[in-house]
């Protein structure tokens, strides 16, 4: 019997647009090679250059349309002309909150064959998973601007902590380390200087481990947790953090498992009471936007993960596997990762292995 997935894609901006292609590409080729799946893709123009035509960044009943599809496929948004906190909010962050998809998982994973600028470090040593809160914490937008133009102007930037916001992403990092056999799982803060928002994470953090006897809990500070990324990756299995925390070491964490092309992010609703949003943790990058050089693998494996959500987890396994052998051959790699291949070769490269394994 053949399962129909709807998905709906939103390629957004600048380089957004040339990775998506590639993701769409490979779905097909899935869904040619096996007879149970069908893939009914809907696109949306939405982002910066659909703003600058008509003022919104996403129609107006655009949630409400996406709320009846099984997963989003976003690319990038951003774009030079138009201010980031405006759209990044009005498209990507309201899809985030909207459709409360409170948990940002983030992979750190070392594949074979990927490049990695740590001495001594290997696929063995980088294998861990991120889990960011999404949906609150410094994120909330919440602040206030006074005394704008004087020389007495200053600004409050406010951070919300909900005790459900943070005891459930951290609950989901100790389920999913359960669930995935992982041993460890690390909350990284900063409470020493963040007096409220972050000695309330690590309270709620104290008292969610107790449930978990079997999961070694263990805390952080970010700024030791950022120099353990790079001189002790080994250390973490599953970290739990807040939205910013998250935001930053996640950059941190692709630039040590083979670049910013190669990483890909899950924005989960885990109840299902809404879609999943499924992307890379890279932005449009307007600095080779256009010019067909863009590393496609991490949306490519964007759209992987999106597979495991829909039950597909052996489709997730084996575009993986048809990645480690596009990394461990060489032939087809883009500018970043040292080759000369186009961001389309790189997608029909692995369509190619796809039919091979
Ligand atoms: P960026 O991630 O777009 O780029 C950072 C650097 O990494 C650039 O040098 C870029 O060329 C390189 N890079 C990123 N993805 C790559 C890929 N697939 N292949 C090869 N090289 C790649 O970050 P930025 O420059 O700070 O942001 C650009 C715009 O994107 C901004 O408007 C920003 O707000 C937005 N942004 C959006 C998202 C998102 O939609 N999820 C994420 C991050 C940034
Ligand atoms: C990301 C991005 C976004 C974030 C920006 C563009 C708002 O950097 O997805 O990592 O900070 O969440
Ligand atoms: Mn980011």
Avoid at 219 to 237: G, I, W, Y
Avoid at 252 to 275: F, R
Avoid at 318 to 324: D, R, T, V, W
Wanted: hydrophobic residues 40%.
């Amino acid at each position: 019997m053949t399962k129909v997935f709807n998905i709906a894609v939103i390629p957004g901006d600048g380089i957004g647009t040339e990775v998506v292609a590639e993701g769409v590409k490979i779905l097909k080729q899935i869904q040619q090679l096996d007879s149970t799946i069908k893939f009914q893709f809907t696109h949306f123009p939405w982002g910066c250059e659909y703003y600058l035509q008509t003022g919104k960044m996403m129609d107006d009943d655009g949630m409400e349309r996406l709320a009846k599809f099984d997963a989003i496929y976003l690319g990038a948004v951003g774009y030079p002309t138009v201010p980031d906190h405006l759209s990044l909010r009005e498209l990507l962050l309201k899809i985030r909150v909207g459709f409360d998809q409170y948990v940002n998982l983030r992979p750190v994973k070392l594949l074979n064959g990927a490049p990695c600028p740590l001495k001594d470090k290997g696929p063995k040593d980088i294998d861990f998973v991120v889990i960011r809160e999404n949906s609150e914490g410094e994120y909330a937008g919440l602040g206030e601007w006074f005394n704008e133009g004087t020389p007495d102007e200053y600004v409050y930037q406010i951070g919300k902590f909900t005790r459900k916001g943070t005891e459930r992403v951290i609950r989901y990092a100790f389920e999913l380390a359960r669930a995935e056999g992982r041993k460890r799982v690390t909350s990284v803060t900063k409470g020493n200087a963040l007096n409220y928002s972050m000695v309330f994470w690590d309270k709620i953090f104290a008292e969610v481990s107790k449930d978990y006897p079997d999961i070694q809990a263990n805390q952080l500070m970010v700024d030791a947790a950022s120099m353990n990324f790079v001189l002790h990756p080994e250390r973490f299995d599953v970290v739990v953090t807040s939205n910013l925390f998250g935001d930053i070491l996640t950059d941190l964490g692709a630039s040590i498992s083979g670049g910013m092309g190669m990483c890909a992010g899950d924005n989960l609703n885990p109840e299902g009471t809404y879609p999943s949003m499924f992307e890379s943790i890279h932005g449009s990058a307007p600095d080779i936007a256009g010019k067909g050089i863009a590393n496609p693998i991490a949306e490519i494996w964007s759209a992987a993960n999106m597979l495991k959500h829909l039950g597909l987890k052996h489709w997730h396994d084996k575009i993986l596997q048809a990645i480690e052998v596009l990394l461990l051959d060489k032939q087809t790699l883009t500018p970043d990762l040292g080759g000369n291949a186009t961001t389309s070769q790189v997608g029909d490269a692995l369509c190619k292995i796809l039919t091979t394994l």
